[in-house]
C-alpha cells in the first residue's frame, strides 16, 4: 500500500511537468486561471439565470400584451358600435310621425351614443319598409311623403352602421384598409 502510494506522489511532479512543457509549446493545455475561473462559474450555480430567462421572455410578454390590448379596443369599438346601432334603430322606430328626416334623427343617435368614436368616420344605410337609404339625411316635404312616410306603424326598419377597424401597434396598421366594424339592427315602428 505504501509502494502505490509513493508512486503517486512521484507520478504527480512529473505530469505537472509535462503539462506546464504542453502549455509553453502551445500543445493546447489551457493556464491553471483559466481553469480556475470556468470552475467558479460552474460551481456558481444559478445566479444570473432569471435575469437572463426573464431578459429572453420580456420582449415577447410584452407584445403579447400588446396585442391583447389592441384587440381589446376593438372589441370594446365593437361592442359600443353594436349598443349605439341599436339604439338608433329604436329611436328611428319611435320617431314614426314626429320627424322629416329619419336618417338624421338615427344616425345623430347613433353618434351620440358612442362619444369615443370619431362621428365623421361612420358609414350609414337603413331600410325603411322595404326602401333602402345611405348617408345621414334622408329628408322629406311631409310626414306623408318620403321616408318619413315609409316609417308607417307597423313596418320594419333596419339601420346599419360601419366604422373602420383599427388594428395598429406601435404605429404599424394590421388590418387591411377595406376592414371595417359593421353592426346592423332591426326594430318594429311603433
Not at 415577447?60 to 353594436?82: D, E, K, R, S
Not at 320594419?156 to 352602421?161: F, N, Q
Request: overall charge positive; glycine content about 6%.
Amino acid at each position: 500500500m505504501k509502494d502505490q502510494v509513493d508512486s503517486l506522489i512521484q507520478a504527480m511532479p512529473l505530469k505537472r511537468d509535462r503539462n506546464r512543457n504542453a502549455a509553453s509549446s502551445g500543445l493546447g493545455v489551457p493556464p491553471k486561471s483559466l481553469i480556475r475561473g470556468i470552475r467558479a462559474l460552474l460551481r456558481a450555480g444559478d445566479q444570473g439565470s432569471a435575469v437572463l430567462e426573464f431578459a429572453l421572455i420580456l420582449p415577447m410578454m410584452l407584445l403579447l400584451t400588446t396585442v391583447i390590448l389592441v384587440f381589446g379596443i376593438a372589441m370594446n369599438n365593437y361592442l359600443q358600435l353594436t349598443n349605439a346601432v341599436s339604439i338608433g334603430a329604436r329611436t328611428l322606430a319611435i320617431s314614426a310621425q314626429m320627424t322629416l328626416d329619419p336618417c338624421a334623427t338615427a344616425s345623430s343617435a347613433i353618434t351620440a351614443a358612442v362619444p369615443n368614436l370619431t362621428p365623421s368616420k361612420f358609414t350609414f344605410s337603413y331600410v325603411m319598409n322595404g326602401t333602402a337609404y345611405s348617408g345621414t339625411s334622408c329628408s322629406s316635404s311631409s310626414v306623408t311623403s318620403g321616408a318619413a312616410r315609409n316609417l308607417s306603424s307597423g313596418s320594419t326598419v333596419s339601420v346599419t352602421a360601419t366604422y373602420p377597424l383599427n388594428l395598429s401597434v406601435f404605429g404599424q396598421q394590421y388590418s387591411a384598409s377595406s376592414a371595417v366594424l359593421s353592426a346592423t339592427s332591426s326594430e318594429l315602428v311603433q
